[in-house]
Every structure is written in structure tokens, then in C-alpha cells.
């Protein structure tokens, strides 16, 4: 049975920092695309980072709302996938959710194709841990 769990989520002054978990069984992580999105208040889902299966490229991928702030890894032995925010905005605040991509040897972008991370490619998520950034 396929379990995705988040957390390290919290409440946190612009400027912080927070490192979210997302913790998987079921399946073999590296093998496979792993995602963090992220949803706002009155907004679309957002992919905001990913990082590619063994089987294919390994690429990392990040938005650019995030890139330079935010940090992505993966703890094969673990099972476990980190993303270590630093200098927080407010308009970071969401609920941050972990998802795994629905094909074996699953890059974040293919070649040829927009660099986004289309929802719709995810197939396992997590249930989101809040992140919330005020002063």
C-alpha cells in the first residue's frame, strides 16, 4: 500500500527557514519522479520543485518563484524526500504537498517539452502540510 506523509510545516516570520519531509512506502522513490507543489489561498496548484528518478536524468527542477531560496534532495535509504526553504516570503505561505510521478524512470521535464511540472503527470499524494509565513 502506497503512503505519502508530509511535515515540517509551521508558522514561521518572512525571512525563516522550515524543511518539510516527505516521508514514502509502497514503492521505491528513486525510481521514479518526486514533486513538491504547493497550493495558496485563491490559487492554482503550483509545481515547485521536483527531483528526477535514478532511472532516467536525476535533473532538478524549480520554479522560479522559489529558485535560489529553496532546496530539494532525497534520502534514497530513508525513503524520504526533503525541501529546505530559506528566506521565507508570506507569499510562500501554502499547503505544500509531496506527489510521485506516475511513470518508472520519470525525469521532472523531458527533453523538448516546457519546463512546468503538469499535476495532471502525478499519480500518488500526499495529504500537505501547512506552511504559513507572518510577521
Known amino acids: 500500500q502506497v503512503q505519502i506523509v508530509e511535515s515540517g510545516g509551521g508558522l514561521v516570520q518572512p525571512g525563516g527557514s522550515l524543511r518539510l519531509s516527505c516521508e514514502v512506502s509502497g514503492f521505491t522513490i528513486e525510481y521514479y519522479a518526486m514533486a513538491w507543489f504547493r497550493q495558496g489561498p485563491g490559487k492554482e496548484r503550483e509545481g515547485i520543485s521536483c527531483?528526477?528518478?535514478?532511472?532516467?536524468?536525476?535533473?532538478?527542477f524549480y520554479a522560479v518563484s522559489v529558485k535560489g531560496r529553496f532546496t530539494i534532495s532525497r534520502d534514497d535509504d530513508r525513503s524520504t524526500m526533503y525541501l529546505q526553504m530559506d528566506t521565507l516570503r508570506l507569499e510562500d505561505t501554502a499547503l505544500y504537498y509531496c506527489?510521485?510521478?506516475?511513470?518508472?524512470?520519470?525525469?521532472?521535464?523531458?527533453?523538448?517539452?516546457?519546463?512546468?511540472?503538469?499535476?495532471?503527470?502525478?499519480?500518488?499524494w500526499g495529504q500537505g502540510t501547512q506552511v504559513t509565513v507572518s510577521s
Open positions: 506527489a510521485a510521478h506516475e511513470q518508472y524512470g520519470s525525469n521532472c521535464v523531458e527533453k523538448g517539452q516546457d519546463s512546468s511540472l503538469p499535476p495532471g503527470l502525478y499519480r500518488q
Open positions: 527531483i528526477g528518478s535514478s532511472e532516467g536524468d536525476g535533473d532538478i
